[in-house]
């Protein structure tokens, strides 16, 4: 049976993303500066702004069979053999990955392949793990 782990969301990211994509835009607002070129502008910040908070709330982490399988929005990455997993540890690494929170962990699979991950409950989703494949070193528990 399939177990769905939603990412943990960071409020304050969301927020930093806000401001780095309107902040610019408040001079030229407060001015009363609003024409055709500007409107076009937030259009085009909000539909992509809209898009960003979509992957926000629509990241989950999903076992199932043996696999893990990662969703961020539209994007589904490949599924990770669940066998195939070394490690999971903390991480303070802000590298693009399917995690809408700066709480992360990192999961090292395969020879060298790493994927960054911020499920809501990293502690349940990291034993989970280990309950399927006992050889992962799970560094979550010793910190």
Known sequence: MAKKYPSK??????????????GPLLPDLLNGELNGKMIGLIGFLSVVFGFIVHLFFNTHYTIDHRKLKI??????????????????????????????????????????NSVILSPKDKYQFAEDLVKINPR????????
């Open 71 to 112: 969703k961020s929005g539209a994007f589904s990455y490949q599924p990770i053999i669940i066998d195939d997993i070394k490690e999971i540890s903390k991480t303070n690494s802000v590298l693009s990955s399917p995690a809408a929170s700066f709480d992360r962990i990192k999961i090292n699979y395969g020879t060298t």
């Open 9 to 22: 969301i960071s409020y304050g990211l969301l927020i930093f993303v806000f401001l780095m994509f309107y």
């Open 136 to 143: 992962i070193i799970n560094k979550l528990s010793l910190s």
